[in-house]
């Protein structure tokens, strides 16, 4: 079995330093091994790096020099991988760029980050990315070229085609010269948060930040050659595209690329493509497992599953285990400032402990809960969760402020999350600092009393806000969305919850919704939620 790190044993950022020697290296470890399977294309490793090689060669001729912005603006695709791959080859930093964004947020970052090219398609969803960033009339005086990498280029724009063509005028050595120039604490990226609450700011981390990081997650997670990973999670955010994309290129996991999560076309790609990695937020298992004909789809091949970003009832882990058939269950905790990555369970910590916590710090990080003053609390004691190490982001793009705000004088990046540690150092994620809300002088937190209501019978997921009250300061509403063949009467379930939680906890009002608004990284939209509570 290849191992991220190599039998060497040597950390990702000693053996490889940066993405582009990583991805040589991939080449020559598993050569004729598929890297890439997207529809009608299948990319062996060692075509994918020649690939790569001749899309790095149009970068030069395009002027990209490095340190250069190069913006991508599309979904899970194959090209994505090749753009990426061939913009670190060429020395330049990726600036990915959400796909639900609009054309005002699609320029807002343009142009902070300087990008000098973007990468985008025409048709995804029936959207043309080109024409909402046009219609904004913004000025982007540092972006030279757009390049639509799928459907038609409209004009004044290049063809993804053309683009390639032109790479004929550069050589290979003046890719491997660039390459070489290439060093690991060169700016591999700057990866935008995800705005559910605010504007959102760039984390800019290094190539050996990256490497390394991911090496440790593959190994941990035990991802290994031949798996075939079907990435779901977006290649924009830190998930999908370095815990996707670069632990493949690590491990010799085949990449399958997966555009827009709908449960049934998930199920079905699983038994067509033999998929056997699946990660995700804990929505996308909640939403698989709540479709109603799951039993006629063959999910022998699922192996590993690793989950996160939120409280994860015990009852998931089982069922995943259970009805998915998976034999290994991660769970870990990570945000865009610290590469992606903090914590992690292990793969011999027993069933409760995957379950219930976010795991420990990763080797290298050192992660803590701290009290309003900053000093750590006792074990088994809410606070917040601060982490250091070699992790955490270089800052925020252009920032000084804000990153001064997020990381203190001792180089503690302060999360902004609630947690718990034991005894044992292992984390336990409670919510987030801005989602509690008090009611009547009781804190109560969103993510607890989400965690009870999914033992509801009849609910599948929940979701809570905190509201303004008169008497109480501020109460909690529920939105829920109905198990597959039930139906959720809201009076019947705040008399259930009155029933299995503190007074203070309970909802006082409960929405029944078809489906949650999530972010493309698969977090709940609680802005919204507050917004439509707030009007209800």
């Known amino acids: 079995m290849a191992q991220a790190g190599g039998a060497d044993g040597l950390r990702g950022d000693e053996r490889w330093g940066t993405t582009p020697r990583l991805l040589l290296d991939a080449a020559e470890r598993f050569g004729d091994r598929e890297a890439i399977a997207d529809g009608d294309v299948h990319l062996t490793f060692a075509a994918l790096s020649r690939e790569v090689t001749d899309t790095a060669r149009s970068f030069l001729v395009a002027g990209v020099e490095r340190g250069d912005r190069i913006a991508i603006w599309a979904p899970n695709i194959h090209e994505w991988v090749i753009t990426l791959l061939a913009a670190h080859m060429a020395g330049a930093v990726l600036v990915p760029l959400n796909t639900r964004f609009k054309g005002r947020e699609a320029a ?24 909402l960033l046009r219609k904004e009339k913004v000025e982007l005086p ?16 290049m063809p993804w085609s053309d683009f390639l063509a032109r790479g004929l005028e550069a050589t290979h050595v003046d890719v491997e010269r660039r390459r070489a120039s290439v060093k690991p604490d060169d700016l591999s990226d700057i990866l935008f948060t995800s ?65 827009v999560f709908d449960p049934a076309a998930v199920l079905q790609r699983i038994s067509e493509e033999g998929i056997s990695m699946l990660p995700g937020p804990p929505s996308l298992f909640q939403a698989i497992l709540n479709t109603p004909d799951l039993a006629r789809h063959d999910l022998s091949s699922l192996r590993l599953a690793v989950t996160g970003a939120a409280v994860i009832p015990v009852e998931l882990i089982v069922r995943m285990r259970a009805e998915l058939g998976f034999e290994r269950v991660i769970t870990g905790y990570g945000l865009t400032e610290a590469s992606g990555i903090a914590t992690m369970c292990r793969h011999d910590d027993d069933p409760e402990t995957i379950a219930t916590t976010s795991g420990r710090a990763i080797p290298g990080v050192e992660v803590e809960v701290v009290g309003a003053a900053g000093a750590e609390v006792d074990r088994g004691t809410p606070g917040e969760v601060v982490v250091r190490g070699y992790n955490v982001m270089l800052g925020y793009l252009d920032d000084p402020a804000q990153t001064a705000e997020v990381i203190d004088e001792d180089g503690w990046l302060h999360t902004g999350d609630v947690g718990v540690m034991d005894e044992r150092g292992y984390l336990r994620i409670t919510d987030r600092m801005k989602d509690m809300f008090i009611v009547g002088g009781f804190n109560a937190y969103p993510a607890e009393i989400e965690n009870l ?50 007074n203070y906890k309970v909802p006082r009002r409960v929405e029944v919704v078809e489906g949650l608004p999530l972010n493309a990284s698969g977090k709940v939209l609680k802005f919204e939620l507050r917004e439509r509570a707030r009007g209800g």
Request: glycine share 10%; aromatic share 8%.
């Open 453 to 502: 209501l999914l033992g509801h019978p009849a609910i599948a997921q929940a979701a809570v806000v905190g509201v303004p009250d008169e008497r109480l300061g501020e109460v909690g509403v529920a939105f829920v969305v109905a198990a597959a063949g039930e139906t959720v009467d809201p009076d019947e379930v705040v008399a259930w919850a009155r029933d299995h939680m503190a």
């Open 195 to 259: 705005g559910t609450t605010g504007l959102p700011k760039g984390a800019m981390c290094t190539h050996s930040q990256t490497v390394r990081a991911y090496a440790d997650w593959a190994d941990v997670v035990g991802l290994q050659e031949g798996d075939r990973y079907l990435i779901v999670n977006p290649f924009f955010h830190a998930f999908g595209y370095k815990a996707g994309i670069l632990a493949c290129l690590m491990t010799g996991a085949t990449i399958v690329p997966h555009a």
């Open 142 to 157: 540092t972006l030279r070229e757009i390049v639509v990498i799928r459907g038609d280029a409209p004009y004044g724009t």
């Open 108 to 131: 807002d970052i343009l142009e902070r980050s300087g990008a000098s090219h973007l990468f985008t398609v025409n048709g995804f969803l029936d959207t043309d990315y080109v024409d």
